[in-house]
């Protein structure tokens, strides 16, 4: 879904032109962040690349918001009670930066939105038992999202970090839905960057909302 990491920008856009066909839409409609593990977040009202940024919101039906990934995880979000729909990109870099938290304090700021009335969806990424990391992450994040400590390294459980931080900001824990697949160990359904030492393709989740 992606020509960075060397796909023929023809296969590209033909896999993107089948996967947005089966929501009765074309490239014209998806807003895409250039993502650079930051907490970027970009109020959009109309389909575009935006620079700089890991984050999406939109009020406009018309507007898919789209993310990539291949271990980083996709967050996909809605309200039940306004006209409103976020995408989040958080590997570890964003989840440092709280983008998630950033977010959802955006829409409710800005929007006027109720956290309470927000569904979320995170993932595919890296699950914990495929997310090693080193002994800097000590400084990161609280010790209860590392695990399986053995030799300064650890097993980082990013999942339940966004999912905490989405309760922490007033989302409701049954409105949040974590996938249980890893991007790491089903290789037949996904792209990992860390799998396949970054020789990848990139995943596309996509959110909008029906006219």
């Known amino acids: 879904?992606?020509?960075?990491?060397?796909?023929?920008?023809?296969?590209?856009?033909?896999n993107r032109a089948r996967f947005l066909d089966y929501f009765q839409a074309t490239e014209a409609d998806v807003a895409q962040g250039r993502q650079i593990g930051s907490d970027g977040i970009h109020k959009v009202q109309s389909p575009g690349v935006y620079p700089n940024c890991d984050a999406l919101i939109t009020d406009q039906?018309?507007?898919?918001?789209?993310?990539?990934?291949?271990?980083?995880?996709?967050?996909?979000?809605?309200?039940?009670?306004?006209?409103?729909?976020?995408?989040?990109?958080?590997?570890?870099q964003g989840s440092?930066?709280?983008?998630?938290?950033?977010?959802?304090?955006?829409?409710k700021s800005d929007y006027s939105?109720?956290?309470?009335s927000l569904h979320l969806v995170i993932g595919p990424g890296l699950t914990v038992d495929n997310f090693e990391v080193g002994p800097e992450f000590i400084?990161?994040?609280?010790?209860?999202?590392?695990?399986?400590?053995?030799?300064?390294r650890f097993k980082f459980d990013n999942n339940r970090y966004l999912n905490d931080r989405a309760i922490a900001c007033g989302v409701p824990p049954a409105q949040i839905e974590v996938l249980k697949y890893c991007s790491y160990k089903d290789n037949d359904l996904f792209f990992s960057h860390r799998r396949d030492n970054n020789i990848t393709g990139r995943m596309m989740s996509i959110i909008g909302m029906n006219e």
């Open 139 to 152: 400084d990161k994040f609280p010790c209860q999202y590392l695990h399986d400590q053995e030799q300064g």
């Open 96 to 107: 440092e930066l709280d983008i998630l938290g950033k977010t959802i304090k955006k829409m």
């Open 113 to 116: 939105v109720s956290p309470e």
């Open 61 to 92: 039906k018309q507007v898919l918001l789209g993310v990539l990934t291949a271990d980083c995880a996709p967050v996909l979000i809605w309200s039940s009670d306004s006209a409103l729909v976020a995408s989040v990109h958080s590997g570890w």
């Open 1 to 14: 879904m992606s020509t960075s990491r060397g796909d023929s920008e023809s296969n590209v856009q033909k």
